[in-house]
Every structure is written in C-alpha cells, then in structure tokens.
C-alpha cells in the first residue's frame, strides 16, 4: 500500500514561487510514475507534470517554463521515504486551486497524463494566488 501526502501549499501573491512536495511511504517510490494534478474551484481536475521512475519529466503547456518536477529519494529507519517536488514560479490567479499528487507503477508514456491510470492519490494541498 502506498501513502502520498502532499505540502507547500499555501496563500501567495501573483508572481510568487511556491514548492511543493509529495511524500511517499509504503513501498519503493522510485519504481512508480508520479504526478502532480491540479483542480481548480469549479473546474476538472487537469494534469500538470510527472516524473518517470527513470527520472524523466513530462508537463502540460500550462505548466512548461514555469514548473518543475524532480525526485528526491531517502530513507527512514525501516521505511523508504520519497518525495516528489513541485516548483512552480510566477504564479499567477489561475493556478489557484487543490494540487493532487498521484502514483502508480511505471506507466507507459501515453498514459501519464490520465487521471484514470493512476491508484493511488493524497488528499491534496491548496494554493491561492492573489492579484
């Protein structure tokens, strides 16, 4: 069972930088594709990036130029922590919203940016971003 707990949300001004990170426990991090998701107030949720168990990174346009998605592995007594960082750089009001970090077993390459190929979820952490 994998558990992913996001932080680094928060209230910031338009062209401020937040840093996101997704936390994971349960199994080894580093074999999964993982992905940060976004939902805005009364809109879908939509893909932003995501990172290969490979080190590879992918992003939607709306996020290309200004996020950026890495890994950092480490570990804890008899547990493997990871996480997964989210950089994001001028923001503005429509990145608003809850930000999900999503996991699943190294998925191929045309299912990365489906919501649906994806097990397992954090309950999400919001960001506000004010004129």
């Known amino acids: 069972q994998v558990h992913l707990v996001e932080s680094g949300g928060g209230q910031v001004q338009t062209g401020a930088s937040l840093k996101l990170s997704c936390a994971a426990s349960g199994e080894m991090f580093n074999r999964f594709t993982t992905a940060w998701f976004r939902q805005a107030p009364e809109k879908e949720r939509e893909f932003l990036a995501a990172?290969?168990?490979?080190?590879?990174?992918?992003?939607?346009?709306?996020?290309k130029g200004r996020f950026t998605i890495s890994g950092d592995a480490g570990t804890s007594g008899g547990n493997t922590y990871n996480s997964v960082i989210l950089e994001m750089n001028s923001l503005n009001a429509t990145d608003t919203g809850i930000y999900y970090c999503?996991?699943?077993?190294?998925?191929?390459?045309?299912?990365?940016?489906?919501?649906?190929?994806?097990?397992?979820w954090g309950p999400g952490t919001q960001v506000a971003v004010s004129p």
């Open positions: 999503a996991a699943d077993l190294s998925l191929p390459a045309g299912d990365i940016t489906s919501i649906a190929r994806y097990k397992y």
């Open positions: 990172i290969t168990w490979g080190g590879r990174p992918y992003y939607a346009d709306s996020a």
